[in-house]
T-cell receptor, first 113, second 117 residues
Framework: GENVEQHPSTLSVQEGDSAVIKCTYS??????FPWYKQELGKGPQLIID?????GEKKDQRIAVTLNKTAKHFSLHITETQPEDSAVYFC????????????FGTGTKLQVIP | GAVVSQHPSRVICKSGTSVKIECRSL??????MFWYRQFPKQSLMLMAT?????????EQGVEKDKFLINHASLTLSTLTVTSAHPEDSSFYIC?????????????FGPGTRLLVL
């Protein structure tokens, strides 16, 4: 089955700096990669996703890049703000059919004011 | 759009009692809902996949008789923790997927914190 590794497990950045979280996946058939933000005591919230036919996607301060050959994808947050502090999970799955999602282990991001 | 609610948000119960958690898709129809369990500082662990009108598919190691799942309508799935014990204490999260077309995106509920005394 699919295996998703996520690094780093914790990340501290100064407010205004950029943050990068990286994930690798094992199943070359995976073709959909969502990123979730989870605040303390709450459920995960989808923040951005990317499909395998796209190499990069941006949404304001958030961007995701995908390298299918190397089987890794990354989340980039620019101009970080204290409210970006949360746990971020990457995920991978195969679109269509039984869409079981495999989550990464999570990255706790702390933005220091 | 794509809002998923859970009820209750927090529950404390005595050992041996059963607890029911509801998951609702508020503004879309969900043929498939997923139930996850999350321990502190850990990732989400899929417990089962719930399909409307059929039996749930449980992940390996998850006891079917312990965690009863019912998906009676396109907007409601329930998870019942039967004869709860302290080791069942955890954060339970559901997610749902849009129905109209093949859609990979899962939308998560806010979670239910279960504490078994």
């Amino acid at each position: 089955g699919e295996n998703v590794e996520q690094h780093p497990s914790t990340l501290s950045v100064q407010e205004g700096d950029s943050a990068v979280i990286k994930c690798t996946y094992s199943d070359s058939a995976s073709n959909y990669f969502p990123w979730y933000k989870q605040e303390l005591g709450k459920g995960p919230q989808l923040i951005i996703d990317i499909r395998s036919n796209v190499g990069e996607k941006k949404d304001q301060r958030i961007a995701v890049t995908l390298n299918k050959t190397a089987k890794h994808f990354s989340l980039h947050i620019t101009e970080t703000q204290p409210e970006d502090s949360a746990v971020y999970f990457c995920a991978a799955l195969i679109s269509g059919g039984y869409q079981k999602v495999t989550f990464g282990t999570g990255t706790k991001l702390q933005v220091i004011p | 759009g794509a809002v998923v609610s859970q009820h209750p948000s927090r529950v404390i119960c005595k050992s041996g009692t059963s607890v029911k958690i509801e998951c609702r898709s508020l503004d879309f129809q969900a043929t498939t809902m997923f139930w996850y369990r999350q321990f502190p500082k850990q990732s989400l662990m899929l417990m089962a996949t719930s399909n409307e009108g059929s039996k749930a598919t449980y992940e390996q190691g998850v006891e079917k008789d312990k965690f009863l799942i019912n998906h009676a309508s396109l907007t409601l799935s329930t998870l019942t923790v039967t004869s709860a014990h302290p080791e069942d204490s955890s954060f339970y999260i559901c997610s749902a997927r849009d129905r109209p077309y093949i859609q990979e995106t899962q939308y998560f509920g806010p979670g239910t914190r279960l504490l078994v005394l």
